[in-house]
């Protein structure tokens, strides 16, 4: 039986290799988990506490409208209900995108070397995805994105901010003004997974209209990675579209149940954020001890410029052989770096004590 043409025209491809794996194959029995940008100060107790509760009843669908978590991120967002919907996570938010805007040989658009994720739905929805490069300091070039979007006349153009994997942050005035200068016939998609950490004020501002969809994730700030679960901010008109194509049972009851209660939880949002920047500051530090630089960060990590891509190859791997798990990013000009999710204080001994002794042994 031969699968669809766009199918068999893909390379194998495995767009992340996850840290069982890389325990497996390396015969590691423990490994600090620092490249995945998971929380690692975890989820509300609270959430905790309402998903155990509810165990029992996982004999049970969740509520295919997800209507009591949307009814709360609405009144939060001030937006009406219909303006949301809730899939689970952001990755399956990119595949409605996709599936729904993006033709059979349509062309998409990206910073080149942003998430791979967003590059896997187009290829695997037989569409093209094209790129532009990030400047020197490490944000998405957004003046070559436009100008890209209006050459090839993209049906979609992807951006995350704060971005993954840079780390770097572009003000809501900035966005607008990148949005604007979109052709009227091409999205945006502004992935917002690590919006939590950045100040709410610099964010985008509300709006509402067809050509733009804001995409949110209880894995990061929240600590609910696991359980898979996201959102949408966008229009009435693209929710209905989006209905006509989602899972309607694919997110589970306890994700629906526990991102309920972590939105409840605010005091831990706020110390979870705290938490993060001291992380990111203690890396920075780092760095300056080594004689290393890191490029600013609003997310839940921070990329050290190792120097080259070679030495930060080099680096990465020797880091994984003495149990500690990072990534870098795989296009230049990023691929000069690692990339380190902020650890606690445990976690982030063990880093920096494993990337002395890496660094000692390259020299």
């Known amino acids: 039986m031969r699968a669809t043409r766009v199918l068999e025209a893909l390379p194998a491809n495995t767009p992340f290799i996850g840290p069982e794996r890389l325990m497996r194959e390396g015969g590691l029995r423990e490994l600090v988990r620092l490249g995945a940008n998971e929380s690692a100060f ?3 107790p609270r959430a905790v506490a309402a998903m155990s509760g509810e165990l029992e009843r996982l004999s049970w669908y969740g509520d295919p409208d997800s209507y009591e ?4 991120l609405a009144a939060r967002n001030g937006c009406t209900i219909d303006q949301i919907l809730v899939a689970c996570g952001i990755d399956d938010l990119m595949g409605l995108v996709v599936r729904a805007f993006v033709e059979i040989g349509g062309v998409a658009i990206a910073a080149r070397g942003t998430y791979p994720t967003f590059a896997y739905h187009v290829a695997g929805y037989g569409g093209r995805l094209e790129t532009a490069p990030y400047t020197d300091a490490g944000e998405p070039d957004l003046e070559a994105l436009s100008a890209l979007a209006h ?9 995350a901010n704060p971005d993954n994997p840079s780390g770097t942050f572009i003000s809501g005035e900035r966005i607008a003004a990148f949005y604007e200068s979109l052709p009227v016939g091409t999205l945006l998609l502004l992935d917002e997974a690590y919006a939590d950490f950045a100040e709410q004020e610099l964010l985008l501002e509300p709006r509402f209209e067809d050509r733009l969809i804001r995409a949110r994730t209880f894995s990061k700030a929240y600590g609910l990675a696991g359980a898979r679960i996201g959102y949408t901010l966008t229009t009435a008109h693209n ?3 989006f209905e006509r194509i989602r899972l309607q049972y694919g997110v589970n009851r306890n994700a629906q149940i526990g991102a309920l209660a972590a939105l409840e939880d605010e005091a831990h949002l706020a110390w979870v954020v ?7 500051d203690a890396y920075a530090e780092l760095a300056r001890g080594v004689g290393m630089t890191v490029l600013p960060s609003r997310a839940n990590f921070i990329c050290i410029d190792i120097g080259d891509a070679r030495r930060a190859t080099r680096v990465m791997n020797a880091l994984l052989e003495r149990g500690v798990w990072i990534r870098k990013p795989g296009a230049p000009p990023l691929d000069r770096c690692i990339r380190v999710t902020a650890g606690t204080p445990p976690m982030r001994e063990a880093f920096a004590r494993a990337l002395r002794d890496v660094l000692r042994e390259i020299a």
């Open 42 to 44: 975890g989820p509300s």
């Open 239 to 241: 929710v209905e579209r």
């Open 274 to 280: 705290r938490e993060t920047a001291a992380a990111r």
């Open 151 to 159: 050459q090839l006349h993209a049906s979609v153009a992807y951006l």
């Open 69 to 72: 978590l949307r009814e709360t």
